[in-house]
């Protein structure tokens, strides 16, 4: 059974950072195309970053800059390290693969 699970969101101020993890279980981590999503309030769901097998690293225009995804294959383990947050970047975050999402952590970028 694929798993997911995040962990690392919270409050943080704007311009802050958090990084954010996604353990993954039940299949061939590393050689699995891996995605964040995000789901802000009242909206649909958008697509953040994407990673290959091979590193090959994708970023949505909206977090290009600020936002770095990266594995660790040996831990099969997803990162999202957050920089330079801003209001708009609140939503729920979500990791992916295929048609599998976890259960979402909670990002929230107030002062």
């Known amino acids: 059974e694929v798993q997911l699970v995040e962990s690392g969101g919270g409050l943080v101020q704007p311009g802050g950072s958090l990084r954010l993890s996604c353990a993954a279980s039940?299949?061939?981590?590393?050689?699995?195309?891996m995605r964040w999503v995000r789901q802000a309030p009242g909206k649909g769901l958008e697509w953040v970053s994407s990673i290959t097998s091979a590193d090959s690293a994708y970023y949505s225009d909206s977090v290009k800059g600020r936002f770095t995804i990266s594995r660790d294959n040996a831990k099969n383990t997803l990162y999202l390290q957050m920089s330079s947050l801003k209001p708009e970047d609140t939503a729920v975050y979500y990791c992916?693969?295929?048609?599998?999402r976890g259960q979402g952590t909670q990002v929230t970028v107030s002062s």
């Open positions: 992916a693969t295929g048609s599998t």
């Open positions: 039940g299949f061939p981590f590393s050689s699995a195309v």
